[in-house]
């Protein structure tokens, strides 16, 4: 688990520092940053060696859940598991997220232990 | 000679009387129609003015409401490098504390050896008892077990919170996204006053620029358990393709019951494969759905 190299993707630079941080504390430090779905489609061509994916839903450019859509739908990546880490908590948001085949979900605020405890359980279920 | 038809003239005269009559019941209220739209006339003046005036101000409400935001996410920038500097800090001293307990417990053991090869005679033996003891003292205050897990727990202590701070700074983001959604309908007032005055050709409003995709109207800043098993609850129950217990209790908080028909509807028409390797076919098929809704 500790060689896993994560892309981040959030448009609040905020969200990506405490998000890179928990990884880091989790023992991860190969963490690529995108601040849209776009920037971060365009990461994904550049790093190949992408493990997981940890993306936001509301973005300028491209929402997160429309790079998630992408993502599923090119050979290349459509297998990368994905954590969703959104504000977005009604249940239409959560079926629309499965639907486009998130792996996990992850509604903010959240806390350390709830990213490692997806993170572990997404990797364990692919 | 024309032959006078007098009752057609009677009936025409009664027609102009009944006019006359009808004139003179409207007149009235035509008049206080006209009083009216006189006395509104100024006040629909000052409504103008204060249309164009909000319409100025909100530009710049919109500025303030952004540039709260740049503060906060400024702010909150500069306590994320005070947290990694406690982070930083913590693991060195955590670090060298470990290094320090390693080392004297080496002097330690070598004391304890070369005080045990002395010569135990009687003008040495109270020497070594005093030796000893104090080596004994010094032991537990610093080396011993408990001393050391109370240590490591008071290192912990403080991992877990310069954590708490991280996490609770999350509330940058949400109440940027707050302000996002205020923005947004202050920018949608501001598009509505500036098409009203422009129709009535007293100036022209630039149109503001928002997308309603950029935040989440309902972001709020609580820390909801129930929430996040909800969301989970919710997702397994979609992995597993248990949709027959999605019950309408559980699609509560949408708005209509439309709304959930569909939802169950699309859910029992999908593919219900998530982003494993184990469904082979299903996947291409589903791929090709998604290629043909992108196009």
């Given at each position: 688990m500790a060689n896993l190299k994560f892309l981040v993707v959030d448009d609040s630079i905020t969200m990506r520092r405490i998000v890179i941080n928990t990884l880091k504390n989790m023992g991860h430090q190969q963490i690529v940053e995108a601040v849209d779905g776009e920037d971060a489609l365009a990461k994904l061509q550049v790093e190949d060696d992408i493990n997981f994916i940890i993306t936001d839903w509301n973005m300028p450019n491209m929402t997160g859940l429309e790079f998630v859509k992408q993502v599923r739908s090119d050979d290349a990546t459509k297998d990368l598991p994905i954590l969703m880490v959104t504000t977005r908590g009604m249940k239409q948001d959560i079926l629309e997220a499965m639907q486009a085949k998130v792996n996990s979900y992850i509604i903010k605020p959240f806390t350390p232990q709830a990213i490692k405890e997806k993170i572990e359980k997404v990797l364990s279920s692919i | 000679m024309k032959k006078i038809d007098v009752e057609d003239i009677k009936q025409r005269v009664s027609e102009v009387k009944a006019l006359f009559v009808l004139g003179q019941k409207i007149m009235p209220v035509l008049e206080d129609i006209f009083q009216f739209i006189v006395e509104m006339h100024p006040v629909l003046d000052d409504i103008n003015s204060s249309i164009k005036e909000s319409s100025s101000k909100m530009p710049k409400a919109v500025d303030k409401i952004i540039n709260i935001s740049n503060a906060t996410e400024l702010a909150t920038s500069e306590i994320l490098d005070h947290v990694d500097e406690i982070f930083k800090t913590n693991e060195k001293i955590m670090s060298e504390y470990k290094d320090n307990i390693d080392k004297q417990t080496q002097l330690f053991k070598k004391l304890i050896l070369d005080v045990q090869s002395l010569d135990k005679n009687e003008k040495n033996e109270k020497k070594i008892g005093e030796i000893l003891s104090v080596s004994k003292k010094i032991y537990n205050l610093t080396l011993n077990k408990s001393t050391i897990e109370e240590k490591n727990n008071e290192f912990e202590k403080l991992n877990i919170l310069a954590n708490k701070i991280l996490m609770a700074l999350q509330f940058q983001d949400i109440t940027s996204q707050q302000l996002q959604a205020a923005n947004y309908l202050i920018a949608q007032v501001q598009n509505k006053l500036g098409k009203l005055l422009q129709s009535l050709g007293e100036v022209e409003v630039e149109e503001i620029i928002t997308n309603p995709?950029?935040?989440?109207?309902?972001?709020q800043y609580q820390h909801d358990v129930d929430k996040q098993k909800m969301a989970d609850e919710l997702a397994e129950k979609y992995i597993e393709g248990d949709i027959s217990d999605i019950s309408e209790d559980d699609l509560s908080d949408m708005e209509d019951v439309d709304d959930i028909d569909d939802v169950i509807s699309q859910l029992e028409n999908?593919?219900?494969?998530?982003?494993?390797?184990?469904?082979g076919a299903d996947e291409e098929n589903t791929s090709d759905d998604e290629s043909e809704n992108k196009s």
């Open positions: - | 995709q950029e935040f989440n109207e309902n972001a999908s593919n219900l494969d998530i982003g494993s390797k184990s469904s």
